[in-house]
């Protein structure tokens, strides 16, 4: 199952960078909403300071439509689906590749996010171990019910809408708990935040854990 | 020996529409059978049956000694199909689908190339993406994959439609030497000068049901 | 050559038992609301409002048990594909979805005059809130443009997954909105140290709208398995249309 996950995760990472959609396209955007979250919200006042956090992860949910749409339109070329199928690879291993993709992806975007908090909101990093290691697990479970709910939706005419309408509430308790990490981390009381950690951790493996084991069932006579 | 394929009565559905209607074929190994028959009679529809992608709504079907109708996912590796679709990743290169594909099948690398040399789509071709190539070019690249994956069923589904001249004798070649070496074949084609020649048997569908068979003294 | 069989159509989707159980449900619910509205007493600080506060509970809880039985089928669905397990599964969502939204109804219609505000962001119904998106999500997943062995399948996962959903979403609100809370806020449950009768009518409820619950999905259940009962009859027809399709190309030749 790794073999394949492996074999997955290389090829959905070449095509990236063959194709740059993401860095070209999806990364630009989640600058964007940065700097609109900037006009909407006055920059000289303490309210974007005091919502930098939640922004950031909203903003990260945005981004993860769009990847996971990506992710899955690859899938959508002549016949892949069916491939994918006679291929002779385990259901679960090209979820794990393909989730272990998403999860890049969605890294470096969140990184050049943070720079850009940095840089446009003039906020210092305090925390850093709480930040990365909430980031790191709230990645690993935003990338893995992304990747499930992504093939729930994939090959469907109704796709755009019906994603974002699954995943992001599913998605609620990882803003919740992501934005309380980071507000503790930022404000410099670190200690609070790791609570919110252990709650990311378990949803990152309640998902990965159902995603391995319900995925072959959805790759079948899409 | 246990024949290759062997369908009783097997009903595949598209949707709500019964394509297959109730198919009895038995094909023994290292046969080259010709399916012939009008559009819409249900040619795909049995390749794809056989390859174990479509579910046997009512019937029996076992190819390869897999009961399809238990649980087809083990014959699916050991089958070739070559469709309409390319089952190609349109963004990488010749060379990365072959790749790809057959380390996915747990086949040998080696294969892989020299299939892409008898197709002629190695050296230079081989570093182009996909999507910028020609249909026939495509259909090489489909059958390198094919033919590196080295199956034990080959189902072609009109496989020299887009093939120029030289790339319909490889294909010719390349489906005598597979049955030579224990592989068996149904090609699907309307071209029945082309494929008739190649294919010892023909068998002919309509509605969805075998309505002839050359080799009617077979015992089913 | 098989001959079409078309089920004997029933009246409708009573039975005797079911028809016990609706006429106990009803009786049941009657019996609520007289509790309800007539025979307990005005609260001291809330008035006639806590009336509402009978139904809100209850209605809750069943929106939580169907859940419960939306996971338990889907479960069933993956392992087994059944065809019965997936209609369970899709009823107890839609009536779920139903007593989720009367719930954030009676709740906001309980807050307004109490708080002066149609919603707050308290722990309980933001969370019944996002319970209520996840069974559309469900829902609408249910009715997408797809052979109905894949629409069952990718909407079992989606079940599958509530039970999760609701336990991840409801310890994440319960967390942050305690951090938050307001004492005001904090005082608005349920104290019902006044009378006997008004926490009987209370835990009654429960049981009169699970009793209602039972009777809409079982309800529900059987118009789906005759819908189902109607498809397949097709089946045989079709098959034997083509067939003769078939001959009919043949005798042609």
């Keep these: 199952m790794f073999r394949d996950a492996r074999l997955i995760a290389a090829k959905d990472l070449r095509i990236e960078l063959r194709s740059k959609v993401t860095a070209g396209q999806v990364l630009p955007f989640a600058l964007l909403l940065l700097v609109l979250f ?8 303490p309210t974007l300071a005091a919502a930098t956090p939640g922004l950031f992860w909203v903003g990260v949910l945005f981004v993860t439509v769009l990847a996971v749409e990506r992710t899955f339109s690859i899938e959508g070329g002549d016949g892949v689906r069916d491939a994918l199928r006679l291929a002779g690879l385990e ?4 979820f794990l590749g393909k989730w272990f993709a998403l999860a890049v992806q969605l890294a470096v975007v969140e990184l050049v ?68 990490a980071f507000e503790s981390a930022l404000d410099g009381v670190p200690s609070d935040g790791w609570p919110w950690f252990n709650l990311l951790a378990v949803f990152a493996l309640v998902y990965i854990g159902i995603g391995i084991l319900t995925f072959g069932s959805l790759l079948e006579e899409s | 020996m246990e024949p290759v394929i062997h369908l009783r009565g097997a009903v595949g559905l598209l949707g709500r529409f019964p394509a297959l209607a109730g198919v009895d074929l038995t094909v023994d190994r290292s046969e080259i059978v010709l399916l012939q028959g009008p559009n819409g009679a249900g040619k795909s529809t049995l390749l794809r049956l056989c390859a174990g992608l479509l579910p046997v709504a009512a019937g029996s079907a076992h190819v390869l000694g897999v009961d399809l109708v238990d649980d087809p996912t083990p014959v699916r590796v050991r089958v070739g199909l070559l469709a309409h679709a390319t089952f190609l990743y349109d963004e990488l290169t010749v060379a990365d689908n072959v790749r790809f594909w057959t380390r996915a099948a747990r086949a040998d690398q080696a294969d892989g190339q020299r299939a892409m040399e008898r197709l002629g789509v190695a050296g230079r071709l081989a570093d182009v993406p996909v999507a910028r190539l020609s249909t026939g070019q495509r259909r090489r690249t489909a059958l390198a994959v094919l033919v ?8 072609l589904d ?18 005598v030497e597979a049955a030579a070496a224990g592989a068996t074949v149904l090609i699907a084609s309307h071209e029945l000068d082309r494929a008739a020649g190649l294919a010892p048997r023909h068998v002919t569908i309509a509605g969805g049901v075998i309505v002839a068979d050359s080799a009617v003294d077979r015992v089913p | 050559m098989t001959t079409p069989q078309v089920p004997t159509a029933p009246d409708g989707t009573g039975s005797p038992a079911t028809r016990v159980l609706g006429i106990v449900a009803l009786a049941a619910m009657a019996l609520l609301v007289y509790l309800a509205f007539v025979a307990t007493p005005r609260d001291a600080t809330q008035g ?21 039985i939306a996971t338990a089928a889907s479960i069933q669905h993956l392992r087994k594909r059944t065809i019965g397990s997936d209609l369970l ?20 219609v309980w807050g307004r005059p109490t708080w002066g505000v149609w919603w707050v962001w308290d722990a309980r119904l933001t969370s019944t809130a996002v319970l209520l998106l996840l069974l559309l999500g469900y829902l609408a997943l249910h009715r997408i443009d797809a052979p109905p062995e894949v629409r069952s399948r990718r909407s079992a996962v989606v079940g599958l997954l509530l039970v999760p959903n609701v336990i991840l979403v409801h310890q994440s609100v ?65 098959i034997t249309e083509r067939r003769a399709e078939a001959l009919g190309a043949e005798v042609e030749r």
Aim: glycine share 10%; aromatic share 10%.
């Design chain 3, 89 to 108: 599964a899709h009823s107890s969502v839609e009536i779920g979805a139903v007593m989720t939204a009367l719930t954030l109804v009676t709740g906001s």
């Design chain 1, 113 to 180: 996010m943070l720079g850009g908090v940095v840089l446009l909101y003039d906020r210092e990093l305090h925390g850093i171990g709480l930040l990365l290691a909430s980031s790191l697990a709230a990645t690993c479970g935003i990338a893995a019910a992304g990747t499930l709910y992504g093939v729930l939706a994939a090959g469907l005419r109704v796709r755009e809408t019906l994603l974002p309408f699954l995943l992001l509430p599913v998605l609620a308790p990882v803003l919740i708990a992501a934005t309380r």
């Design chain 3, 174 to 238: 319960q967390w942050w909105r305690t951090l938050h809370q307001e004492p005001t806020l904090a005082r608005r449950d349920f104290d019902f140290g006044a009378s006997d009768l008004m926490m009987f009518t209370m835990i009654y409820g429960f049981v009169a709208l699970s009793l209602v619950f039972s009777w809409l999905l079982v309800q529900r259940f059987r118009v789906g398995w005759l819908e189902h009962q109607v498809e397949e009859a097709w089946l045989d027809e079709a």
């Design chain 3, 48 to 68: 006639d409002l806590v009336r509402l506060l009978y139904l809100h509970p209850g209605l809750a809880w069943t929106a939580y048990l169907a859940c419960g």
């Design chain 2, 158 to 175: 009109e496989p020299h439609a887009g093939l120029d001249q030289e790339g319909r004798d490889v294909l010719d070649a390349l489906v």
């Design chain 1, 91 to 94: 259901p679960g291993g090209i």
């Design chain 1, 38 to 45: 900037a006009f909407g919200l006055d920059p000289d006042g």
């Design chain 2, 148 to 155: 590196a994956r080295r199956p034990e069923l080959w189902l």
